[in-house]
């Protein structure tokens, strides 16, 4: 194994939904450069969300460039691997060319068309196999509004992915899925690790028009001469398969054993848990992911979906900026100046949208309201996690904060004092899932054995919130009184 690590350089993309992020690294996670390009969405009048398939290769051909140009040879850059947001439907001919637009995962097209789109057919039973419940949306949805739809272009079709497999296609010439981000695609059976028949059957696709299925940290083969010349890469940089970009995340932040956690807030807080149980993940409703099983544990989520989308409404409305103060700083202000527990207010983002609120807070300080915010998503995320314990059995260990959030002080306080958890936020955060990337780079290149190698060699520092004892004891005290006004049991 080379050792050198100006000469083993890795790059980590992270394909968000609303921006595609990558990092240059070397092996021992010194991060040389990073390049982002916002996400292109086309929405349409008829309400549909798409993204053009050739425009968003260009856009990561875009960002090799930028990153190759900060290293003196583009031979250096061993690997390149992908994880991230996923569950973009795209139909291809029979040279791999795009026939459609991506439907994006957001897309609300086929929703409510169950009995339309598949007669008979007990959706709710694809949750056991698939680990994710089918919601109307994603690209088993996809796939039969088309099929149902536009016949004479489901003929056409000759190939059928998503979004992010054809950038292996067009990097390396294979179409290829990993096993996690596969999940989201609802026509692979997670325990088995391949295209279920059932499925295939039901939509009429043969196994041979669909990706390859491997493994998150596989080598795919080299970058194409087509592609090198698009890219700056040397033709002997490897591509890597990734993963979602929960799992990718926790990877390179060391969340690997039940009873850890990754706490990612962005549009929706995610948290995220290693679980050895597949069942017990089922059962409790989450979001599975294959994660690092069958020798290790499973990956399993879940979320305050939008939460974000839902506070921006009071932002707007009642916390607002100046000349001289952002929003975000005003609303973190604010709540730093409120005391705990907000003189008995208590808001849920979720249940209680800003419509609905906003005469009955019209009164209401403008800092109660910012700290209400805060407490009512902390409060919120004790609440799962409270189901998790009782779920699993398991206490928390470890606890890891990322996303936005972490850059105020006053949330990572309240979550800390909330949870009566040490919280900690490790350097690498604003990439977390982008360097997971990386190490299933560097595991795909050979220059990492395993996941627990990788983050070992790329661990950051980290910054560690301890909770205060006097105010967990009075969150304690004022989180039952939430949980009795949201009725949660």
Not at 37 to 50: A, D, N, P, Q, S
Not at 239 to 247: A, C, E, M, Q, R
Not at 375 to 386: D, H
């Amino acid at each position: 194994m080379a050792n050198n690590t100006s000469e083993n350089l890795l790059i980590g993309f992270d394909l968000g939904t609303s921006a595609v992020k990558a990092v240059l690294s070397d092996t021992e996670g010194n991060v040389i450069g990073q390049a982002s390009r916002k996400v292109h969405l086309i929405c349409t009048e008829e309400g549909f969300i798409e993204l053009d398939a050739q425009f968003y290769y260009e856009e990561i051909c875009s960002i090799c460039r930028e990153l190759v140009s900060l290293v003196p040879e583009a031979k250096n850059i061993r690997a390149i691997c992908f994880s991230g947001a996923t569950g973009n439907t795209l139909l291809l001919d029979g040279e791999y060319k795009p026939l459609i637009r991506a439907i994006s995962w957001m897309d609300m097209r086929s929703v409510g068309m169950d009995e339309v789109l598949y007669p008979g057919f007990d959706l709710s039973s694809v949750y056991d196999k698939m680990g994710w419940p089918y919601g109307g949306t994603f690209p088993l949805a996809h796939l039969g509004w088309v099929k149902n739809h536009k016949p004479e272009l489901w003929k056409e079709a000759k190939h059928f992915s998503m979004l992010n497999d054809f950038l292996y296609y067009k990097l390396c010439g294979r179409l290829v899925v990993d096993y996690s981000k596969a999940s989201t695609f609802f026509l692979q059976n997670q325990i088995e690790r391949k295209w279920d028949e059932d499925i295939l059957n039901l939509l009429g696709i043969e196994e041979k028009r669909l990706p390859s299925l491997v493994a998150p940290g596989t080598s795919c083969g080299k970058i194409t001469q087509v592609a090198s010349e698009e890219t700056g890469l040397d033709g002997e940089t490897v591509v890597v398969t990734g993963s979602f970009d929960h799992p990718s995340a926790a990877r390179s932040v060391g969340i690997f054993k039940e009873g850890e956690l990754l706490i990612s807030a962005g549009t929706s807080w995610v948290i995220f848990t290693p679980i050895r149980d597949r069942n017990m993940a089922l059962k409790g409703s989450m979001l599975v992911d294959p994660f690092l099983s069958p020798s290790g544990c499973w990956g399993a989520m879940f979320a305050l979906t939008a939460i974000t989308k839902r506070m921006d409404e009071y932002l707007e409305n009642c916390i607002g900026s100046s000349s001289t103060e952002s929003v975000l700083a005003r609303f973190d202000r604010l709540a730093s100046e409120a005391e705990i527990g907000t003189e008995g207010l208590f808001l849920n983002p979720l249940q209680q949208p800003y419509a609905d609120m906003k005469e009955k807070i019209q009164n209401i300080k403008p800092k109660n309201i910012a700290r209400a915010l805060m407490e009512g998503v902390v409060f919120m995320t004790r609440y799962k996690l409270e189901k998790l314990i009782e779920l699993t059995g398991k206490p928390i260990s470890k606890i890891v904060f990322t996303g936005g959030p972490t850059k105020s002080p006053i949330w990572s306080t309240i979550l800390a004092d909330v949870l009566q958890q040490t919280v900690v936020i490790p350097e690498i955060e604003q990439h977390s899932g982008a360097m997971g990337a990386v190490i299933m780079a560097g595991i795909g290149s050979g220059l990492y054995s395993d996941e627990s190698e990788g983050f070992e060699r790329v661990r950051s520092g980290e910054r560690v919130i301890e909770p205060d004892q006097k105010n967990s004891q009075r969150y304690q005290k004022i989180y039952i009184h939430y949980k009795k006004q949201f009725e949660l049991h």
